[in-house]
């Protein structure tokens, strides 16, 4: 299967996790793929994708509009015209409304929100004219949170509102923009959370009881999604969200 021919894709956060996943997914569908991250393990990552496919890594901060038009810039000369963006890149947040400060707000959101604007200001002028397609990873917390997930889950609700404002205005243009909402991952950010649990194990049991199919997600199935959402056989979608979260938007708690 060759879902993307040689379509050029960008990732954000795409050192590990989620968006070296996604990297892989790209390169597995014939694709060439650049790497943004802060954190050097993305140059690692995309020598092991290169010995496969087009991979290149752009060391870049996402909070840093210059920073974001350097690698887009960079990584264009290097791999061509880009005809899909995923904003991956994200953190999490463990903060109390009270007690949290601006600069702990304006980090975050600077991150899992802005971050996805103003990479969609560098690509979009491209990608009108290769007619590509957006994704945005949110989270299920964008819908469903949980206590202790401050800001995070207004973070992700702003970034579906992004979605589906860009969508809107560039559905006209031919480009499609979306967005994954991705349930528990085995990512770092996960393990970070359940670390921060007074028993780890009873938390992890607990998680997983209340999840349908009985277990969280492989970041390779998101991975996947993301690649179809890329792929011109969802040439009829935008704006709409995919949930990857094994079930556990569909339960009523209990």
């Not at 009270?98 to 899992?112: C, G, H, I």
């Not at 950010?189 to 999840?211: F, M, N």
């Not at 993301?226 to 094994?246: E, H, M, P, R, Y």
Request: glycine share 10%; with cysteine.
């Amino acid at each position: 299967m060759n879902a993307l021919g040689a379509k050029s894709i960008l990732v954000t956060g795409a050192a590990r996790g989620i968006g070296a996943a996604v990297a892989e997914a790209v390169i597995e569908q014939g694709g060439a793929v650049a790497l943004l991250d802060v954190d050097p393990l993305g140059a690692e990552t995309a020598e092991r994708l290169a010995e496969r496919g087009r991979a290149r890594f752009f060391p870049c901060d996402v909070r840093s509009f210059e920073q974001v038009e350097r690698a887009v810039a960079e990584a264009e000369r290097a791999l061509g015209p880009f005809d899909g963006l995923v904003n991956n890149a994200g953190v999490n947040a463990y903060f109390d409304a009270v007690t949290m400060t601006e600069n702990d707000w304006d980090s975050v959101f600077a991150v899992d929100l802005k971050a996805a604007w103003m990479l969609a200001r560098a690509t979009l002028p491209g990608l009108v004219e290769r007619r590509g397609a957006l994704v945005n990873i949110s989270s299920i917390h964008a819908h469903l949170t949980l206590r202790g997930f401050f800001p995070y889950a207004a973070a992700k609700a702003g970034l579906e509102g992004l979605t589906r404002s860009l969508a809107l205005e560039y559905a006209p243009a031919g480009v499609r923009v979306n967005a994954v909402a991705p349930g528990y991952t085995e990512t770092r950010l996960v393990q970070e959370w359940l670390d921060l649990q007074d028993d780890p194990a009873a938390a992890l049991k607990s998680l997983l009881a209340g999840i349908p199919l009985g277990r969280i997600a492989d970041p390779r199935e998101v991975g996947n999604a993301v690649v179809f959402l890329l792929s011109d056989q969802a040439s009829a979608i935008t704006g709409a969200t995919l949930a990857v979260d094994c079930g556990i938007g569909a339960r009523v708690a209990t």
